[in-house]
């Protein structure tokens, strides 16, 4: 059983560009959430996916948006980059929502200059 | 609104010796509770989690956490910590029903020998 996956690991850009996240769940997972983890911080909510619908969404602007595919798998996009967003950005992926498990990737970290 | 706070952001503690992290939570409604563990360069790994029934929870790698309604707290505990236990440890809350985890800003345990 392979476990979440996300690429790319590190990813540098400037100011205004646009950048997208990929996020491989883990076998037999409809749910998937991400999170934005500044240096130092607590991992906060951005968005969850659950059978490729968006389910909810933390305090993000609407630059922030994703997708889930049919098999589960998941994009993060970001527009407009700003120097804020430079954080490590982590989906964690589960079956189905509140109660359970979330497993999550290594992360990937964004770099704004 | 529902919200985390961990109350030490550092722990330093020696080899051997226990530890407690202290958690405190908000909520209105009835909440699950978990704590995850971060290592260096690492994703999320659930240590433990609280659904209902009994107060005390043992998780993996010999962690233990009680939940005290009446103090709305969740600490979380280890008899005797290992070198290996130096990580970032974030306590979270999320409700029935509900699709969002509120990750407190984390404490970091440094074990020394």
């Known amino acids: 059983e392979t476990g979440v996956t996300q690429s790319p690991t590190h990813l540098i850009k400037t100011r205004g560009q646009q950048v997208t996240l990929r996020c491989s769940s883990q076998?037999?997972?409809?749910?998937v959430s991400w999170y934005q983890q500044a240096l130092g911080q607590g991992p906060q909510f951005i968005f969850q996916?659950?059978?490729?619908?968006?389910?909810g969404r933390g305090n993000f602007p609407p630059r922030f948006s994703g997708l889930q595919f049919p098999n589960y798998s998941s994009e993060l996009n970001v527009n407009a980059l700003e120097l804020d967003d430079s954080a490590l950005y982590l989906c964690?992926?589960?079956?189905?929502?509140?109660?359970?498990?979330?497993?999550f990737g290594p992360g990937t970290r964004l770099l704004v200059l | 609104a529902q919200s985390v706070t961990q109350l030490d952001s550092q722990v330093p503690v020696f080899e051997e010796a226990p530890v407690e992290l202290r958690c405190n939570y908000s909520s209105s409604v009835s909440v699950y509770l978990f704590w995850y563990v971060q290592y260096p360069n690492q994703g999320l790994q659930l240590l433990l989690k609280?659904?209902?029934?009994?107060?005390l929870v043992k998780g993996i790698n010999g962690f233990e956490a009680e939940f005290n309604k009446s103090q709305t707290s969740f600490h979380l505990r280890k008899p005797s910590v290992h070198i290996s236990d130096t990580a970032e440890y974030f306590c979270a809350v999320s409700d029935p029903g509900g699709f969002k985890t509120i990750f407190g800003a984390g404490t970091r345990l440094f074990v020394k020998a």
């Open positions: 076998s037999g997972h409809n749910t």
């Open positions: 609280y659904l209902s029934g009994s107060t």
């Open positions: 996916y659950y059978r490729e619908e968006e389910n």
């Open positions: 964690a992926s589960s079956i189905g929502t509140g109660k359970e498990t979330q497993y």
